[in-house]
């Protein structure tokens, strides 16, 4: 009877340790402890959306709108009144026209902004500026501008626009400068980033 008994805690020995080798599969306790939390879901919100304890940010990203002076132009994506306190586009075509870049908030998707957050010295012909950022300083020939911040409602709209070289004029249909920027075959072209917060 002992003896069976003996013998019976030997066979449980052994099947365990065999049960424990293999679950590890010779990992350390660290990382089968790493690898589930791991896997987890992070607390932060992962895409345009970030949010950290009632903290919201957003940021829109996209190319320029194609055959447009008005090269960006959206809705506020939050649902109140929010904070613009980044603006950043970054240049891959050239315009064959001069311009002037003016971005801002308006109260529609092609109007004229009425508080600006981003302006550009004049853009000469052929001429890249690369990346411009708001409230950063920008090499020559452009400048991303004095305004740090723009508040902006959940029904205004965030734009930037090719403006007349001269005197920030909108470039309307038939405009000297349209062609450059607006037109079919223009090379204007580019992507933004814009950060809102509430």
Not at 63 to 76: E, P
């Amino acid at each position: 009877m002992i003896n069976n008994t003996k013998i019976l805690w030997v066979v449980v020995a052994i099947v365990a340790v065999i049960s424990i080798v293999a679950f590890f599969n010779g990992k350390t306790i660290t990382q089968v402890i790493q690898n589930p939390l791991g896997s987890m879901t992070s607390p932060w919100t992962v895409g345009p959306e970030f949010s950290i304890n009632e903290l919201n940010t957003y940021v829109a990203r996209a190319d320029f709108k194609n055959a447009t002076t008005t090269f960006v132009s959206f809705i506020s994506p939050m649902p109140a009144t929010s904070t613009i306190d980044l603006v950043e586009l970054i240049q891959t075509g050239l315009a064959t026209s001069t311009i002037k870049i003016h971005c801002g908030v308006s109260n529609s998707a092609y109007g004229v902004p009425v508080t600006d957050i981003l302006t550009s010295g004049t853009i000469a012909t052929s001429t890249y500026f690369w990346t411009m950022v708001n409230n950063e300083a920008n090499s020559f020939p452009v400048s991303g501008g004095s305004t740090a911040r723009a508040r902006i409602g959940p029904k205004e709209y965030f734009l930037c626009a090719a403006t007349d070289n001269q005197n920030y004029k909108y470039i309307g249909k038939g405009g000297n400068e349209q062609d450059g920027v607006a037109g079919d075959s223009n090379t204007f072209g580019g992507n933004f980033k814009v950060r809102f917060t509430r």
